[in-house]
């Protein structure tokens, strides 16, 4: 099984400012997905990363607000632009590979105070 | 429209008890469903998914296309299995998924 790292793991941030969210690979993988876990609620996808070429976002989650970048097969980062309290949620990336399961991160807990 | 619906936000049982996490979907396509756990202070973790028809911890699941449902069921929890667990449905080749919004099973000693 491959084993994803997620960085940081929680932070608590200030509304208005940027939170960078990194995601490393031991291994290369297609695919890498975001998701947003608000508390209290289920996972909601907001976007996928492809290497070399820009995000796929899902309805309801725009680049502005969620830029990704994909810059190697091993790892993404997701940054929460602007953030604001309802950016409170669990953020986790996700691996994507064909016929096999899906692996999480450990998620990032970001507050916004 | 593609979607996973858990009707129920807990399940409260006794140890012992038989437990039904309910399970319904929604796909245009041949669905392919998962079962995805996550214990306290753990990470999102695959249980089982249909196309193995396998058991894990005492766990099975069954695909029916007639009630579009796939529901887990376990003959007699035990304490371990307080948790979350949430059905996802495949929605792209890279697993790319789609969740239910979890049903949180307490088992009570």
């Known amino acids: 099984s491959a084993v994803i790292s997620q960085k940081p793991s929680r932070d608590i941030c200030q509304r208005g400012t940027s939170l960078t969210i990194q995601c490393q690979v031991d291994s290369q993988v297609t695919m890498m997905f975001w998701y947003r876990q608000q508390p209290g609620q289920s996972l909601t996808l907001i976007a996928t990363a492809n290497q070399g070429s820009e995000a796929t976002y899902e309805s309801g989650f725009v680049i502005d607000k969620f830029p990704i970048s994909r810059p190697n097969l091993t790892f993404s980062t997701l940054t929460v632009s602007n953030m604001s309290p309802e950016d409170s949620s669990i953020y986790l990336c996700?691996?994507?590979?064909?016929?096999?399961?899906?692996?999480f991160g450990q998620g990032t807990r970001l507050t916004v105070v | 429209a593609q979607r996973v619906t858990q009707p129920e936000k807990l399940l409260s049982v006794f140890k012992g008890a038989p437990v039904e996490l309910k399970c319904n979907y929604s796909y245009s396509g041949s669905p392919e469903l998962f079962w995805y756990v996550q214990y306290s202070r753990q990470r999102l973790q695959l249980l089982l998914r249909?196309?193995s028809r396998e058991s894990i911890k005492g766990f099975t699941a069954d695909l029916n296309k007639g009630e579009t449902s796939f529901h887990l069921k376990k003959p007699f929890a035990q304490e371990e299995d307080s948790a979350m667990y949430y059905c996802?449905?495949?929605?792209?080749?890279?697993?790319?998924?789609?969740f239910g919004a979890g049903t949180r099973l307490a088992v009570h000693p």
């Open positions: 996700s691996l994507g590979q064909m016929n096999t399961e899906a692996f």
């Open positions: 996802a449905l495949k929605a792209g080749g890279y697993n790319k998924l789609i």
């Open positions: 249909h196309i």
